[in-house]
């Protein structure tokens, strides 16, 4: 069969003539026969896209152990084996599985984009085959078959239209555009953007209303949906900045406490002359002190609490590292439908022959305000209101219902948002139905471009009503209605002044135009409407933008984050939700085919002054994506069509929408909205800038903690000196403080500034300056503290266990006094809320506490550890040693930020 496709008109069907189409594919309108139909079958294949390739379970669960880290923390547990100490040998072996177990779980599911693709091909198509109508699995479709559609069908493959009889198509999967697409039969310019191929049907897109007729001229992976899946499956999955950095900290700390374990190893046996079998132990120990082999599932817990708190805020997170890369998004390019709008079509605006009246609302609910100059007015007071809402109702085809709270339209979501107008208007869509009964109708006809009906009621009156393309009717109207409810000439200048004004403003445009008839005339004629009409007035339709998603966008705006808006809908269009939700630069906008005009470097040079992209391609969104990540910018995207799919999948975060969006949206996706709210993003955003905070506060705590341990041994070993705490008290404080302590900075709430500072730089090292000095200067600390207590001790004449078990506990009580100060790492920690804490801060602290007294205080683990009951003053002491390193910390902290301040002014 590909033989027989010319390969110059594979992918411009839209501009061949019909005739051409029927030719190449060597089909008549008698459609295929069975034995044609099955030789082609045979040569193209099913109608649907290939299984991807799948891991198997295993080999996913055992990828979750490739990692530096995970590698280190291994050897540590060799390492503790080899000490004898099986319950820390057992905690980090915990450790290692359940980091693995949770990231099979959150991040380890295949790649299901494909199949959502796959589900959304029809499953059953009508075609002609042998010149009789034969209904078919939408599998054994192929090229050269002659498919018939009608309202409610699912397009079951490309299709090049032959016929088109009122035919609209909901293509907003495919080309972002919201309202329903108008179908002709003749060709189009082979430049065409996708939304504008209008003698198309296109696999998976709805048929909303109409009748059509169209020959298959792609299946499978050939479709646009395949297209589509093919580049999702070859887009790289950018790997998040957390990970990275945690990949490059893990390897050069690996790096690092071998050589230091090593050059140690080496100075004390052939310097100081220790046995080796001593040295050896002391540099375990020391490996034990420096890995922070807790950091992993600290991080993981708090990824996870940040997953609960982002479930909250309506946000479901699928891959968990994702979480923290939201907290450092620069730019978030989203889609316009059903994402900054609600995906629903709604009357905007009202002119008649003295005002323009502006419409409020909610969707399709049939209530809401109409304002006149501002001002709320009611429908009662404007007749020709009442006019032109009754006109709209019974010029009328579909329906609408409430449905647990929603309303929903069944038909032509223009027309639905039309009964809604009615609603405004305080008319009873039943009533008006009820009594004017429909006697005969013209349907919507493109080549016509009007609908008209006529109505009798029980009163010997009738009229005909005709809503359409406003050139059209005024072309039809000879007089025009005025608000004292009589007639004056038509002003043609004054309305086509106004529906240029309103289509300015990105809403579409519809004339409504009135006949009245004698009771006898039943027929309606082609000829009764060429002339005669009263123009009532037009109505501008818009897809409003939601409420929520402006003050969203301007809340993104405070936090640094720029919002940028792609779309398929058109440019005027596009212009007008841009300057109602607040971008900072609406006019100007780039069209697809302004882009496929430019390079890569043009583009990227272009796209930071634009924030405005219309009828755009998947290609271009991916291009878009691609472009500003050149910049250094980490990109969020957000989506729910096919469409979106590669560039959601391109993006540093993928968010889709839940309600509306596509499976493949959400496959392809780190996010899902629950509740398709715009704002639930920068609620997520939020959590994603705490979580990185708390992750940032968790390595704050624990480097300087674990160097500070690991600082102690080396001093001892180096300067020839008495251990001041043993490898065994080292495995306790690592075992009852590392990850407890740790933990409880995972559920610290946000700080009050967080929406008030930029994103974080996405090249932001993990190990700043900044931490770096603070880890130096808290292991300083730690270490003078340590030593500080077990010299004292000793100078007492305290036995060596005592003299330990008070450095012991030194170093524990400072690493408390060290959580509190960590707490607080963009502002003071001498509040009222900082002394306060939370409550997993203060139980953590407590349960420490306890374990700590049980160890020096009862005989069984006194044995066990090597510890000596500690004088009551000497723990007032050790307490007294925590308070003043939480003095200088604090104290050095603020001369910082100060100094910070001064720089910025």
Known sequence: MNKVIDKKLENNWHAEAINTVLDTLHVDADGLSRDEAAARLETCGPNRLPEPVKRSSIVRFLRHFHNILIYVLLASAVITASLEHMVDTLVILTVVVANAAIGFVQEGKAEKAMDAIRRMLALKASVVRDGNRRLIEGERLVPGDIVLLEAGDKVPADLRLLKAHGLKIQESIITGESAPVEKRTPQVAADASLGDRICMAYSGTLVTSGLGRGVVVATGCDT??????????????????????????????????????????????????????????????????????????????????????????????????????????????????????????????????????????????????????????????HVILEELGRSAALCNDASLHERDGVWIVEGDPMEGALLALSGKIDMDINEELAGWTRTDAIPFDAKHRFMATLNHDHENNAFISVKGAPEQILSMCNEQKTVFDGTEPLDTDYWYEKAECIAEQGQRVLAFAVKPVPPKHTVLEFVDVEDGLILLGLVGLLDPPRPEAIEAVAECQGAGIRVKMITGDHRGTAAAIGRQIGLQNPDAVLTGSDIDGMDDSALTAAILETDIFARTSPEHKLRLVMALQLHGLSVAMTGDGVNDAPALKRADVGIAMGMKGSETAKEASEFVLADDNFASIVAAVREGRTVYDNIKKVISWTLPTNAGEALTIVVALLFGMTLPITPIQILWVNLITAITLGIALAFEPTEADTMNRPPRPKNEPLLTGELAWHIVLVSVLFLGGVFGMFTYAVDRGYSLELARTIALNTLVVMEIFHLFFIRNIYGTSLTWMAVRGTKVVWSTVIGVTVAQFAITFLPPLQELFGTRTVPFFDGVLIVGVGVMLFAIIETEKQLRLRLHELRAM
């Open 224 to 381: 646009e949906i395949g297209r589509i899946s093919g580049m999702l499956s070859t887009v790289e999955t950018l790997t998040t900045p957390l990970v990275l950095q945690m990949n490059v900290f893990a390897r050069w700390l690996t790096v690092l406490i071998l050589l230091i374990a090593t050059t140690l190893l080496v100075f004390g046996y052939f310097v100081q002359h220790f046995a080796f079998s001593e040295m050896f132990m002391a540099v375990v120990g020391l490996s034990v002190a420096a890995i922070p082999e807790g950091l992993p599932a600290v991080l993981t817990i708090t990824l996870a609490v940040g997953v609960q708190a982002m479930a909250r805020r309506r946000a479901i997170v699928r891959r968990l590292p994702a979480i923290e890369t939201l907290g450092s998004v620069s730019v978030i390019c989203s889609d316009k439908t059903g994402t900054l709008t609600r995906n629903e079509m709604m009357v905007a605006s009202v002119v008649t022959q003295a005002h323009i009246f502006s419409l409020e609302g909610a969707g399709y609910e049939p209530r809401g305000v109409i304002k006149l100059n501002n001002a709320t007015v009611s429908a009662r007071e």
